[in-house]
Each structure stands twice: as C-alpha cells, then as structure tokens.
C-alpha cells in the first residue's frame, strides 16, 4: 500500500498570505496525485489533477507540482474562503489512498 | 451539472447489513464508481471500485469477503450491499466517479450518507 504522509497537519494563515502543502509518497507514484479541498460538512472538491493539472473552475491562486514521491499544493494569496481541509490522493496503484490532510484555518 | 445522490444510510447493531445506493444524473453513466469512506475528523478511505459495465470490481482489504459493490446502468445507480457490519465501519460513505481505465483521478463526489454501527 502507498502511504501518503502530508505536512504540515495544521496551518493558521492570514488572508493574502501564501500556503504551501506537502505531500510525500511513500514509493514513486509518477504524477499520478490529485488534490482535493473538502470544507465543514461537505464532501471533497477535486483541485488538481496529475500533480500540477487545474480541474474545471477551480481558482488559479491554487496551483500544484511535483513528481515521483514529493509533490507540493500551493495558494496563493489566500483568501477566506479557503478554510479548509486538504488532501493528496494516488491514484498509481491500489488500494487507492489518501493523505492524512492539512487544516487550513483563516487568522 | 453532475449530481450523485447517497442513500441507504443509516444505524444498524454490528453484524447486521445495510444496502446503500447512489443514484447518478447529469452525465452518461458509463464512468467508473467508487464507493469511499470517511470516518469522523478522519481522512476519506478508499472501499471500492467497479467498472463501467460491472464485469470488474476492486475491493480494499478491510470489506473484502463482506461488501459487494454493484451497479444498474439502465438505472443510473450505483450500490454497495454491507454484510456482517462491524463498527469500525461507520463512516460517512460518498459514491464517487473517475473517468475510468487508467490511473484517473475521482473527480465528482457524492454528499454522503453516514452509516453508524452501534449496538
């Protein structure tokens, strides 16, 4: 099984600042990582796909990087409403899996 | 717009069964679905997979031998069939669907439908 190990668990960030996520595979997984946004009480949100790819609509202060076993999500310019809750997901092999998550919580 | 629609959910005691279903509209339903989990203030768990014509289905080690993942085209629903429910099962369950084929990223989740087993 791959294991994703994100970091840092929580970050507290003033609006405008920039957030950088990381995300460690625990085997080389080519680009095959996506990153997802699930905010309170709702389901995740599909950000970008193949470690550097924008889904559809998503804004472009989010942007992603990264090959092999590290990749990293940044944001831009945070704004309010991107409190929330972030993951990596693999999808190179099964079972497919998901890291830990990173809160991220507006100051 | 995409919509899938969780039901099914619910209490049950540990050992019992619980069938949810997920009911797909607004795109051709022949992608891949997963059914995946997600524990109070934990990340989501992968639980299942099946293909677009249901002749290929994958499971995660802890629901192998007691879910069955299924789906009705004709219908546009997806279902996960739980048997001998144990409680570290419950969870929030989200139906989810990738374009399939490939190492393909889930793009479109479901709201969810929590499952609580408890005695």
């Known amino acids: 099984e791959i294991v994703l190990t994100q970091s840092p668990d929580f970050q507290s960030v003033t609006p405008k600042e920039k957030v950088t996520i990381t995300c460690r595979a625990s085997?080389?997984?080519?680009?095959?990582l996506h990153w997802y946004q699930q905010k309170p009480d709702q389901s995740p949100k599909l950000l970008i796909k193949?470690?550097?790819q924008s889904f559809s609509g998503v804004p472009s202060r989010f942007s992603g990087s990264g090959s092999g076993t590290d990749f990293t999500l940044t944001i831009n310019s945070l704004e309010a409403e991107d409190a929330a809750t972030y993951y990596c997901?693999?999808?190179?092999?099964?079972?497919?899996?998901f890291g830990g998550g990173t809160k991220v919580e507006i100051k | 717009e995409v919509q899938l629609v969780e039901s099914g959910g619910g209490l049950v005691q540990p050992g019992g069964s619980l069938r949810l279903s997920c009911s797909a509209s607004?795109?051709?339903?022949?992608?891949?679905m997963h059914w995946v989990r997600q524990a109070p203030g934990k990340g989501p768990v992968w639980v299942s997979r099946?293909?677009?014509?249901?002749?290929?289905?994958d499971y995660a080690d802890s629901v192998k031998g007691r879910f069955t993942i299924s789906r009705d085209n004709a219908k546009n629903t997806l279902y996960l069939q739980m048997n001998s429910l144990r409680v570290e099962d419950s969870a929030v369950y989200y139906c989810?669907?990738?374009?399939?084929?490939?190492?393909?990223?889930?793009?479109?989740w479901g709201q969810g439908t929590l499952v609580t087993v408890s005695s």
């Open positions: 989810a669907r990738e374009r399939g084929g490939g190492e393909l990223p889930i793009d479109y």
């Open positions: 607004g795109f051709t339903f022949n992608y891949w």
């Open positions: 099946i293909n677009s014509d249901g002749s290929r289905t």
């Open positions: 085997q080389s997984i080519g680009s095959s």
């Open positions: 193949y470690a550097s």
């Open positions: 997901h693999q999808s190179r092999s099964l079972p497919l899996t």
